[in-house]
């Protein structure tokens, strides 16, 4: 059975209503249950092919209105993601080894020693994979939409704040940053306040 106001669609079980809103629930060919069970006389005959055809009709009869920000706010955590995993990769083909410098304690004198980065970029590039799905996993939920708006608000504060004595470079960089943590925060803010809708097509 189809719901012609939430176009959900549910099994007839012990109730004729929607459970969500408590409309009556309708056939997929517009029929409504108390039609079925007391038939009028002179009501026309139901098109043929709608029962084998019902949960197909149903859900074809339905379009999704307005913008998914929800999704939006996904692609951009997944984009963000890549970008972190480019950034280790194009690192750990640049440079495989680095010289640290370590303080020898049997000698008291320092020495350099070489470490490979690669083992280490690699238990980075999983842990930026884990994380990123983490959040995408969380996005879903208004609840950790707002915890995530709400550190970002302050993080664009943090930044303004000590955006001043920087170097140029710096600041061009630290201001597309900012306008990137601004775009993410009104999709999120949107998510909030902005659900999109499924209304019948025609």
Not at 89 to 117: K, M, S
Not at 137 to 165: C, H, P
Not at 172 to 178: K, R, Y
Request: aromatic share 8%; charged share 10%.
């Amino acid at each position: 059975m189809c719901c012609p106001t939430c176009w959900t669609w549910s099994e007839l079980k012990g109730s004729t209503a929607c459970k969500r809103c408590g409309t009556p629930l309708i056939l997929p060919d517009g029929r409504s249950i108390e039609q079925v069970v007391h038939p009028s006389p002179d009501a026309p005959p139901p098109p043929p092919g709608y029962a084998f055809n019902g949960p197909g009709v149903a859900f074809a009869s339905s379009t999704v209105t307005g913008m998914n920000w929800v999704a939006l706010a996904r692609w951009i955590l997944v984009a963000q993601g890549a970008l972190g995993l480019l950034a280790v990769f194009v690192i750990g083909f640049a440079d495989q080894y680095i010289n640290v410098p370590v303080q020898d304690a049997a000698t008291g004198r320092t020495v350099l020693e070489t470490i490979n980065l690669r083992p280490v970029l690699l238990g980075v590039a999983i842990a930026i994979i884990l994380v990123v799905a983490l959040f995408t996993w969380l996005i879903g939920f208004a609840i950790a939409r707002v915890i995530y708006l709400m550190l970002l608000v302050l993080g664009i504060f943090e930044t303004l704040t000590r955006i001043g004595g920087a170097p140029t470079s710096v600041v061009a960089v630290t201001l597309v940053d900012l306008l990137f943590d601004i775009g993410f925060g009104f999709v999120l803010l949107m998510s909030l306040i902005s659900q999109p809708s499924r209304s019948p097509s025609r």
